[in-house]
């Protein structure tokens, strides 16, 4: 399993971005995936996270302003970002968690998000 991140970008405070994943591989309804996300000097954290189902689950700190998504059809995943804030600046992963391999978590290369005037 191979996933390719992008979307990343610089936004303004208030303006919105969508990420992307896109996995490899014929097991894509049997993985669930999550955002995470590392801002300079921090620890990585989870942001978002959806199960192979399609049922979400959001760190508090996005509920409201981020949505995942996932197109099992297209084997990606979406992050929809809205209404974002300086505190969101970050590097954002994506991670697959391989149902089908016994649990197995694979990480994308990450992609940048700055959030600035």
């Known amino acids: 399993v191979q996933l390719q991140a992008s979307g990343g970008g610089l936004v303004q405070p208030g303006g919105s971005l969508r990420l992307s994943c896109a996995v490899s591989?014929?097991?894509?309804?049997?993985?669930?995936m999550g955002w995470h996300r590392q801002a300079p000097g921090k620890q990585r954290e989870l942001v978002a996270r959806?199960?192979?189902?399609?049922?979400?689950d959001y760190a508090d700190s996005v509920k409201g302003r981020f949505t995942i998504s996932r197109d099992n059809a297209k084997n990606t995943a979406y992050l929809q970002m809205n209404n974002l804030n300086t505190d969101d600046t970050a590097v954002y992963y994506c991670?697959?968690?391989?149902?089908?391999?016994?649990?197995?978590?694979?990480w994308g290369q990450g992609t940048l998000v700055t959030v600035s005037s």
């Open positions: 591989g014929d097991t894509f309804s049997l993985i669930h």
């Open positions: 959806i199960t192979n189902t399609g049922v979400p």
């Open positions: 991670r697959a968690t391989d149902i089908y391999a016994g649990g197995k978590v694979y």
